[in-house]
């Protein structure tokens, strides 16, 4: 079993949301990221400490990727964006993480990755502002969705 309390001291996302909370549940959260150059960019937070998905039962690890898309396909819905771009990296936090990005075929990077080299110093089109309690109402009906087929184990 997983224990959903697991916490570390010296860990950011034990000590912390990691972004503006959006939803949450005893297993995991979902934050959305200050990042002015991407709207709408989400992580999907484990709230317990672990680094891997193998570490994870495998039911559990069902559970986080039902959640990951259901936030992915909220931000489908509500964004229409190009592209999603799903990660997972921790390697300067290992602790469980996904992002999940909309991804707009002018927007700083594309098509490389947020985190690779700018392709222009800001996105071409403006886009309108992110309705916040439209993606959070939507991302509730979503991920509650994704719990009756997979339940937190
Ligand atoms: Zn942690």
């Known amino acids: 079993m997983t224990n959903h309390d697991a916490k570390q001291d010296d860990c950011a996302l034990c000590q912390e949301e990691g972004g503006e909370l959006l939803w949450r549940d005893d297993f995991c ?42 936030v992915e396909q ?25 992002h999940v990005i909309p991804r707009h075929a002018d927007d700083r990077h594309f098509p490389n990755p947020v985190w690779g080299s700018a392709m222009r110093d800001q996105a071409v089109a403006t886009r309108p502002a992110l309705q916040r309690d439209v993606i959070k109402a939507a991302l509730t009906q979503g991920i509650l969705e994704a719990r009756r087929q997979c339940p937190v184990p």
């Open 29 to 70: 959260r979902v934050v959305l990221v200050d990042d002015a150059d991407y709207p709408g960019f989400c992580r999907v937070i484990l709230n317990a400490h672990h680094s891997e998905m193998t570490d994870l039962p495998p039911a559990a690890r069902h559970c986080l990727m039902a959640t990951v898309y259901a």
């Open 74 to 98: 909220v931000l489908r819905d509500h964004l229409h964006p190009a592209k999603i771009n799903l990660a997972s990296f921790g390697n300067v936090v290992p602790h469980l993480h996904w």
